[in-house]
């Protein structure tokens, strides 16, 4: 299979680590400068995927669809970039078999690449404090292009910078926007089964059901590694 595939891209936030403590005290300290009471983490954790801007509207009304005020947006938004920006990697913690995953997959010299929704310079500064950066040809954020995921663009992007077929660039992640920007893209979806989706409900929709799931990243080198004759 390694013939096929061309490169690796990944989500961030719930494929290659858990930033949900540090978004978390971030929506926190963003309600408590605007004088509202603390969330729990796990309803901080619901509202993550769709980019930070998104996330904000979501804490500071507590509500999936909720949409802030303007003015209230603006404060928000300025109070959570400040904080988090200082504390982006306080508690995140890249999961316990990424590098290793990482590693096995550069060993087969596939370019790896990043396509999150969070913004481009947060999720540098995120991958850099993590010592993850050293892994990635490219880093495509939520800002870095006129849309981001679910839209195939990021994907199409990172097929025309790394010069591959779209077609041959595996999306790995563990929501629905992963999913679906790799079936737009007509790139092959990965499911995480360890991050913040729920894949085994998102696996149940034809349109949201990944090509394969993985339950940790090393999975995907025993996918693509090259077979020993007695293997085939």
């Given at each position: 299979?390694?013939?096929?595939?061309?490169?690796?891209?990944?989500?961030?936030?719930g494929?290659?680590?858990?930033?949900i403590p540090?978004?978390?005290a971030a929506?926190?300290?963003?309600?408590?400068?605007?004088?509202?009471?603390?969330?729990?983490?796990?309803?901080v954790?619901?509202y993550?995927?769709?980019?930070?801007g998104?996330?904000?509207?979501?804490?500071?009304?507590?509500?999936?669809?909720?949409?802030?005020?303007?003015?209230?947006?603006q404060?928000?938004?300025?109070?959570?970039i400040?904080?988090?920006?200082?504390?982006?990697?306080?508690?995140?913690r890249?999961?316990?078999?990424t590098e290793?995953?990482?590693?096995?997959?550069q060993s087969?010299?596939?370019p790896l690449?990043?396509?999150t929704?969070?913004?481009?310079?947060?999720?540098?500064?995120?991958?850099?404090?993590?010592?993850l950066?050293?892994?990635?040809?490219?880093?495509?954020?939520?800002d870095?292009?006129?849309?981001?995921?679910p839209?195939p663009?990021?994907?199409r992007?990172?097929?025309?910078?790394?010069?591959?077929?779209?077609?041959?660039?595996?999306?790995?992640?563990d929501?629905?926007?992963?999913?679906?920007?790799?079936?737009?893209?007509?790139?092959?979806?990965v499911?995480?089964t360890?991050?913040y989706?729920?894949?085994?409900?998102?696996?149940?929709n034809?349109a949201?059901?990944?090509?394969?799931?993985?339950?940790?990243?090393p999975?995907?080198?025993?996918?693509?590694?090259?077979q020993?004759?007695?293997?085939?």
């Open positions: 299979m390694t013939t096929q595939i061309q490169a690796v891209a990944f989500d961030l936030d494929t290659l680590c858990d930033s540090d978004l978390a929506a926190n300290a963003m309600r408590q400068t605007l004088g509202m009471a603390a969330l729990p983490d796990a309803a954790q619901s993550v995927g769709d980019g930070i998104v996330l904000v509207h979501r804490a500071l009304t507590d509500n999936p669809q909720g949409t802030a005020s303007d003015a209230q947006w404060q928000g938004y300025t109070a959570f400040q904080h988090y920006a200082d504390h982006i990697a306080d508690h995140t890249a999961y316990p078999e290793a995953g990482l590693g096995l997959l087969l010299r596939i690449a990043v396509i929704n969070k913004n481009e310079i947060l999720a540098v500064k995120l991958l850099k404090a993590l010592k950066d050293g892994y990635f040809s490219i880093v495509i954020g939520g870095t292009l006129p849309h981001k995921k839209s663009e990021p994907l992007h990172v097929a025309q910078v790394l010069g591959v077929n779209v077609a041959n660039i595996i999306m790995v992640g929501s629905k926007n992963d999913i679906l920007s790799a079936k737009a893209a007509g790139s092959i979806a499911g995480v360890f991050g989706g729920d894949m085994a409900q998102l696996s149940q034809p949201t059901k990944p090509d394969w799931t993985i339950n940790a990243l999975d995907i080198y025993a996918h693509l590694r090259p020993k004759p007695e293997e085939e």
